[in-house]
């Protein structure tokens, strides 16, 4: 995942912030990656009746549908973050409160209320 370096003057040694791109392909990969361990786990246990066809189907489907709860999700975290740096948040701030911001959406707490 690359990174924009902070201003110098602005941040600690080694700081940097991911850009809005990072954080929507970051979404998508992790929606896919859990959909994809989900189906592939309930088909892994034995779902009853599953044939080839339909089990690829379950697959692609659980995968395509968190990839995108995934990009509603990073693109979430990056207009948050994009708020904080118009309120003058940058540097070391800035990247702890982005990282607060996608630990908080990706709490179970907020995902299944």
Do not use: K, N, Y
Not at 60 to 89: C, D, E, F, K, Q
């Amino acid at each position: 995942m690359s990174t924009t370096r902070a201003p110098a003057d602005l941040a600690a040694p080694g700081a940097s912030t991911a850009s809005a791109w990072d954080w929507i392909v970051a979404g998508a990969l992790g929606g896919a990656g859990a959909g994809g361990l989900d189906a592939g786990t309930a088909i892994a246990r034995g779902i009853g009746g599953l044939g080839l066809a339909r089990a690829v189907h379950l697959l692609v489907l659980a995968t395509s549908m968190l990839a995108a709860a995934g990009v509603l999700a990073g693109a979430l975290v990056a207009a948050l973050g994009a708020a904080l740096r118009r309120r003058g948040a940058s540097g070391t701030a800035l990247a702890r409160r982005e990282a607060g911001l996608s630990a908080l959406l990706a709490s179970p707490a907020v995902v299944f209320v």
